[in-house]
DNA sequence: AGAACGATCGACT
DNA sequence: GTCGATCGTTCTA
């Protein structure tokens, strides 16, 4: 098992946002390798959710991402400052991806730290607010615009099993966990689709 | 051209 | 718990 395939992007959106808990996303920046292991995810379909940029196929500048191949990075900005990276899932031309929305730091902390925080400020990356939220996590792995529409299938970002699959060590997984779901974030707009149960999140025993 | 609105976060009461 | 920051995207005219 090594680094995720377009065949495994291309699946039905809710069951990639499942399968994508637990495993571990990968950034190398500047010959560095940060990782962090998925803890939080969310679906968005465009074909039937209204929280979903690309509702009803809405086609625009920005949601042409969402229409490119599986396996290929979404990221847009959000309130004016922060950024959202989303895994485009689904055939090709069925507009759909899954959020990630929090991350358990495994390498490259002093860098995500830096990156999130500055120099200032000598920070705790073992604090569980570190990568938990979608703004976050952009923030530590240097991700903007100018990353939308990555190939998630080559070598600068990429999700796999396990950590050696990246040349890191292991991580110590907590025994027993389980995956939660729940209604979606920040969704209240979207009528009917914001009691979608479409958020899914690694609980610990 | 102008206006409204966020798939958020951090500071604050 | 509330609130403001901040700007690209989208829609209206």
Same mark, same amino acid.
């Given at each position: 098992?090594a680094?995720l395939s377009?065949?495994?992007?291309?699946q039905d959106?809710?069951?990639?946002?499942?399968? =994508?808990?637990?495993?571990?996303l990968?950034?190398?920046?500047?010959?560095?390798? =940060? #990782?962090?292991?998925i803890?939080?995810?969310?679906?968005?379909?465009?074909?039937?959710?209204?929280?979903?940029?690309a509702?009803?196929?809405?086609r625009?500048?920005?949601?042409?991402?969402?229409f490119?191949?599986?396996g290929?990075?979404?990221?847009?900005?959000?309130?004016?400052?922060?950024?959202c990276?989303?895994?485009v899932?689904?055939?090709?031309?069925?507009?759909?991806?899954?959020?990630?929305?929090?991350?358990?730091?495994v390498?490259?902390?002093?860098?995500m #730290?830096r990156?999130r925080?500055?120099?200032?400020?000598l920070?705790?990356?073992?604090?569980?607010?570190?990568?938990?939220?979608p703004?976050?996590?952009?923030?530590? =792995?240097?991700l903007?615009r100018?990353e939308?529409g990555l190939?998630l299938?080559?070598?600068?970002?990429?999700?796999?099993?396990?950590?050696?699959?990246?040349?890191?060590?292991p991580?110590?997984?907590?025994?027993?966990?389980?995956?939660?779901?729940g209604p979606?974030?920040?969704?209240?707009?979207?009528e009917?689709?914001r009691?979608?149960?479409?958020?899914f999140?690694?609980?610990?025993?």
């Open positions: 098992m680094r377009q065949d495994f992007y291309r959106t809710l069951e990639a946002a499942r399968r =994508l808990l637990g495993k571990y990968v950034r190398r920046l500047d010959g560095e390798t =940060l #990782a962090g292991r803890v939080e995810t969310e679906g968005y379909i465009g074909r039937c959710d209204k929280a979903c940029h509702y009803n196929y809405r625009t500048a920005r949601t042409e991402t969402l490119a191949p599986p290929t990075a979404y990221i847009y900005l959000i309130y004016g400052m922060y950024h990276l989303n895994f899932t689904e055939p090709e031309g069925e507009p759909a991806a899954v959020l990630l929305r929090g991350l358990q730091p390498a490259g902390m002093e860098t #730290a990156l925080y500055g120099d200032k400020p920070t705790d990356y073992r604090k569980k607010n570190f990568l938990n939220g703004g976050k996590v952009c923030r530590a =792995l240097a903007t100018a939308n190939d299938t080559g070598d600068t970002l990429f999700v796999c099993d396990a950590p050696e699959d990246a040349g890191l060590p991580f110590p997984v907590p025994p027993g966990e389980t995956v939660a779901a979606r974030i920040g969704v209240d707009y979207a009917e689709a009691d979608f149960p479409w958020r999140r690694l609980r610990e025993a």
